[in-house]
T-cell receptor, first 112, second 115 residues
Framework: GQQLNQSPQSMFIQEGEDVSMNCTSS?????WLWYKQEPGEGPVLLIA?????ELTSNGRLTAQFGITRKDSFLNISASIPSDVGIYFC????????????FGKGTKLTVNP | DAGVTQSPTHLIKTRGQHVTLRCSPI?????VSWYQQVLGQGPQFIFQ???????GRGNFPDRFSARQFPNYSSELNVNALLLGDSALYLC??????????????FGPGTRLTVL
């Protein structure tokens, strides 16, 4: 099935470091979303982006909707141990079905 | 308010059997989508229902079917189970359909294991 190109696949960082991950697509999307998933749970929405160029923050998280509408990035500042998990980007097209197309995820490990 | 709920939490079936998974959306949400997530991958879209009508279907075989009830809850059915159907099945709900600022919220999923 269709998936977005998400990188890096995994990151091992020290507590307090900043993190950056990104997502690219060959297709244009109307909406970009970032989710976090922890073991045994469903994805939890972190940030939603609705306009090209939009920069949105949620606490220590910041995400941007690329100008070309084909990419997005997520930054986490001053990481803490509870940031551990798998982060997924998702693109959404409106019109027809509203299906989300996901990346393969970035697995984040934070060493205390 | 309760989030999206799914049942059962875990399920073990054998090849060839049939399975029904259930989802209750967030109160007031009218759209339900189903996704399949195999280990190490992102979720893959299976179906979307809005106001009891199918609005989208992903690239899955006809063994997969779904429906939405008048109370907006939904069932996903899978017939003639294969080993490759083992996955986490996620349900997501949203309040509307084709609204630019609408967002999908996920339930905890049903872990299906096919032996």
């Amino acid at each position: 099935g269709q998936q977005l190109n998400q990188s890096p696949q995994s990151m091992f960082i020290q507590e307090g470091e900043d993190v950056s991950m990104n997502c690219t697509s060959s297709s244009i999307f109307n909406t970009w979303l970032w989710y976090k998933q922890e073991p045994g749970e469903g994805p939890v929405l972190l940030i939603a982006l609705y306009k090209a160029g939009e920069l949105t923050s949620n606490g220590r998280l910041t995400a941007q909707f690329g100008i070309t509408r084909k990419d997005s990035f997520l930054n986490i500042s001053a990481s803490i141990p509870s940031d551990v998990g798998i982060y997924f980007c998702a693109g959404q097209l409106l019109g027809g079905s509203e299906k989300l197309v996901f990346g393969k995820g970035t697995k984040l490990t934070v060493n205390p | 308010d309760a989030g999206v709920t799914q049942s059962p939490t875990h399920l073990i079936k054998t090849r060839g059997q049939h399975v029904t998974l259930r989802c209750s959306p967030i109160s007031g949400h009218k759209s339900v989508s189903w996704y399949q997530q195999v280990l190490g991958q992102g979720p893959q879209f299976i179906f979307q229902y809005y106001e009891k009508e199918e609005r989208g279907r992903g690239n899955f075989p006809d063994r997969f079917s779904a429906r939405q009830f008048p109370n907006y809850s939904s069932e996903l059915n899978v017939n003639a189970l294969l080993l490759g159907d083992s996955a986490l099945y996620l349900c997501a709900s949203s309040s509307h359909f084709s609204t630019s600022t609408d967002t999908q919220y996920f339930g905890p999923g049903t872990r299906l294991t096919v032996l």
